[in-house]
């Protein structure tokens, strides 16, 4: 409900204005009623704000606008109003195009309301009066739009705050239950049972992912002092893995659910740590024989010593071509793919396959053989595309 105040003109107003501002007062129903209508056709979109707020902060504007045409001192509860507007419209997610259309609205309503006490003999007091009331009404939408965006800048910090806050617990805190990790799911606006999308980045190429997720919707980016994780729900016939995040990083898709969100991060991050220098994101595909080689080497020392020594043996050009062989080959499983691959007739992939036997001492086509291969191989870089 509207506060009942007590109006007075100042008395170092002139005669004539003092009328006009003093009939005015006695007809600012009629202005709320005016703006009420006009606001109608504007209204604040998807936001929800209660009629009676429209209406007890239409009353509370126009008071305070008579007010101040009057030179009279502001009462306590309006000296702070177009901070306190602004800041609950900001809150209450009204887009900042929709409610400035409505702030100037005021104004309208406003000279129309003046326009109206001021005939027949008063429209000369008020043309002369008019830099008067456009002063004070940009005034009033000046302070409007810097305490909107004030609030605005708040509420995204908080918002900021608060998500980060909640991915620290989904990463660190170990959520104990289904409930937990649902009620992180909500806040996120994800489906916590849905399927995502991994990165982890790491060293030079953070500030780039930074740079690229700063304003991303529906990305969410976490990082501690490993890495920078980055991760969205995943979408159908749409991957970072198609499209290219535009820079370096380890990645894991088909992510089963919101919980399990850390754990793809941990493996993520130690693709990233093996990536080869060829691939922007190292996928376990690309990456697991390398990964493979390093623990073996570390729980075998001298695992694949025998089959790099031979290789290191030959000439670069014949280790080339049989390195080309044996990566075709594994991708392959097959002969005739592997020469059209190559561009060769399948008799000296045959060969290649045969020479390849004869150095190493182990034969691709025998797939225990060929894991052990495979994994000692993968310590020699692809050529660049």
Known sequence: MAAQRNFTVA???????AQIVERLWQERELLVADFLQRFSAISYGGAHVPEQDVYDTAVDTMDMFIFEMAGAELPPDLRALPRDIAVRRAR????????????????????????????PDGIGILVSNMDRVLDMVEGYVSNIQ?????????LARDKQLYRQRLLTRLFHGQPGD??????????????????????AVIDDAVPQAQRAFAAADGVYVYENAEALYVFRPQRKGRSWLGEGPGFPAGYVSDVPGLAAVPAAAASALVLARNRRNESLLATVEETWMGIADGLLSSALPGFADRVTEA???CTPHERERLLQVARSYART??????SEELYCHRNTVVNRLRSLQDVIGLDL?????????????????????
């Open 146 to 154: 810097q305490a909107f965006a004030e609030e605005e800048a708040l």
């Open 365 to 385: 086509t025998v797939p225990a053989q060929a894991a052990r291969a495979l994994v000692a191989l993968s310590r020699y870089s692809e050529p660049s595309a």
């Open 311 to 313: 290789l290191d043996r």
């Open 333 to 338: 499983g097959s002969i005739k793919e592997t």
């Open 178 to 199: 289904e409930g937990d990790v649902s009620e992180i799911a909500a806040t996120l606006g994800v489906q916590p049972a849905g399927s995502f999308e991994v990165l």
């Open 92 to 119: 209450q997610g009204v887009p900042l195009d929709a409610f400035l259309e409505a702030v100037r609205n005021d104004f309208r309503v406003l000279w129309k309301g003046l326009e109206r006490v001021a005939r």
């Open 11 to 17: 008395r170092s107003a002139e005669p004539e204005w």
